[in-house]
């Protein structure tokens, strides 16, 4: 092998996958493509697009993935039964030789005993056999041995042997509970190296949870210790506390290649946009202290550190903002700017509009450019996400054609709302506790599909007093809970439009259950 291959760390990226488990950060088709498309621009060398037995859902979506996206190999995630892997396949099929069936089972004494009840034996020739079988599909097949940190050593590295026999290309060693610490992760690591003869044969990948905040750490200690995949996720989402952040361990890779001496192939420049899209496109904010890409990441306060960084850049920064593509050139776009620099500037950001929902957009832009002095890229942003939830409701969603309310200290607030469905208007009128809520009941005596709105949050969208509000919702009608965002400079108006699109999904859901039965 030569010497640039062993020190190149290939980046497996499962922000479709892990990412999506995250409480609250369900994702559509179309946002899955969005997503994946900005991962191949950044060129991550795996996307982990989803778990395609879990539901028919998850199945389209791997599906549409494998098949809109060029470059990165796919992966499906797959338990160790012949169902799921012929179903993970399946879904894979339009990626062709890009396609890796990623299958997992439970190795730990815990998960043995009270989850699969099964023992030592039985858990080894099933892995086996999986990997096996899923080699009839794929010359490319990853097993993971779920709780591998929690897992008896010398059995861990028995199972390791057995699949790697089987044809295992990639053998990941996840820290599913997030439990390890570098020292014990870096050794375990090495024990696999020195006990696993034939270790040789496969890539060895990490999978690290931050549930004691030491992802990313624990990463790079079997990074040292021979390991040359690294399983990750945007912004670090994922399962509970979530995975290790991409962002930072390709910048701690580049940033200190002095003592590491590993390479990632990854496009840095794409990293900040990437954070941006998936944060907009799940609804999870970043935190502002975030390494790398939180919005104080590059910020200087104390006076002596601007004086040091106004003399000389490299006494208070480590990385420069435009490696991972902040450019200071935030500010756009104004009233006077063409459709075709927007539909640019929109390309450039990787979304790309249906002309319908172009045209909705730019005109959605102009009446924002009138109201705001500066569009920027986050605001852009907004209005292609909302355009793009519209056009995915239909002919047959409800549309806010008109919004009047009337609120004060001194008064009862209520609401005028009328919607627009296909061809029919429909208005109607509410009070409520707040403009908002009479907003929202007039919106549920219109529809008659009432909701209980469970989560309510409203973000700026960029700076200023002038700034769009994004508001979040979740609503539960009866036993679906949906989620809906919207972004407007009026936030009542948002409200009532994230909840719509709540609506609107619930309906198109029903329908399309209707249909199949
Ligand atoms: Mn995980």
Redesign the pocket.
Same mark, same amino acid.
């Given at each position: 092998m030569k010497k640039e291959d062993r020190q190149r760390v290939l980046i497996f990226d #499962?922000t479709l996958r892990?990412g999506e488990?995250c409480p609250g950060a369900s994702l559509n088709h179309r946002e899955k493509i969005e997503i994946a498309q900005q991962l191949a621009r950044l060129n991550v060398d795996v996307i982990e697009a989803g778990f395609p037995v879990a539901s028919p859902d998850d199945f389209q979506a791997v599906r549409a993935v494998a098949a809109a996206i060029k470059g990165p190999r796919i992966a499906g995630l797959a338990r160790c039964l012949n169902k799921d892997i012929e179903r993970c396949a399946q879904a894979l099929a339009p990626a062709g030789k890009r396609a890796r069936i990623h299958v997992f089972l439970a190795t730990s004494r815990i998960h043995r005993e009270f989850k699969l009840r099964k023992n030592k034996t039985q858990i080894l020739r099933q892995a086996a056999q999986a990997v096996r079988f899923a080699r009839k599909f794929s010359n490319d097949v990853e097993f993971s041995p779920e709780d591998a940190t929690r897992t008896e050593r010398d059995y861990l590295a028995e199972v390791v042997r057995a699949v790697i026999a089987e044809g295992a290309t990639t053998v990941n060693i996840?820290d #599913?509970v997030g439990y390890s610490v570098p020292t014990e992760f870096g050794a375990l690591i090495d024990y696999l190296f020195q006990h696993v003869p034939n270790i040789a044969a496969a890539t060895i990948n990490v999978?690290c949870?931050n549930d004691l905040g030491l992802a990313v750490a624990n990463t790079l200690a079997a990074l040292c210790a021979g390991a040359r995949g690294v $399983?990750c996720t945007i912004n670090g989402i994922? $399962?509970r506390a979530g995975?290790c952040a991409l962002e930072e361990l390709v910048m701690a890779l580049r940033t200190r290649n002095d003592v590491l001496g590993l390479t990632a192939n990854i496009r840095t420049q794409e990293l900040y946009r990437s954070s941006r899209l998936v944060s907009r496109l799940t609804g999870l904010a970043v935190q502002r202290n975030k390494a790398v890409v939180g919005a104080n990441a590059f910020a200087h306060e104390a006076g002596i550190h601007q004086d040091g960084m106004l003399k000389e850049r490299s006494t208070y920064e480590i990385m420069r903002p435009q490696d991972i593509g902040i450019d200071g050139s935030e500010l756009v776009l104004g009233k006077h700017s063409g459709r075709h620099a927007f539909a640019d500037r929109l390309a450039k950001m990787g979304f790309t509009l249906e002309r319908s929902e172009l045209d909705r957009a730019y005109r959605r832009f102009i009446d924002l450019a009138d109201k705001k002095k500066v569009v920027y890229d986050d605001d852009l942003l907004a209005i292609a996400r909302d355009e793009m939830e519209e056009g995915l409701s239909g002919a047959g969603a409800y549309q806010l054609d008109y919004l009047y309310v009337s609120t004060g200290t001194a008064t009862i607030p209520n609401a005028t709302v009328r919607l627009r469905k296909g061809k029919d208007v429909i208005q109607d009128a509410a009070c409520g506790d707040g403009p908002v809520d009479a907003a929202l009941k007039t919106i549920d005596r219109i529809t008659g599909v009432p909701g209980k709105l469970l989560d309510y949050s409203i973000q700026a969208v960029t700076i200023g007093k002038d700034a769009q509000g994004e508001v979040s919702v979740r609503v539960a009608f009866g036993d679906a809970v949906v989620s809906g965002k919207a972004a407007s400079t009026d936030i009542v108006r948002a409200s009532a439009a994230a909840y719509l699109h709540c609506v609107n999904r619930v309906l198109a859901a029903r329908t399309l259950s209707k249909r199949k039965t």
């Open positions: #499962t892990d488990q996840p #599913t999978h949870h $399983e994922g $399962e995975n």
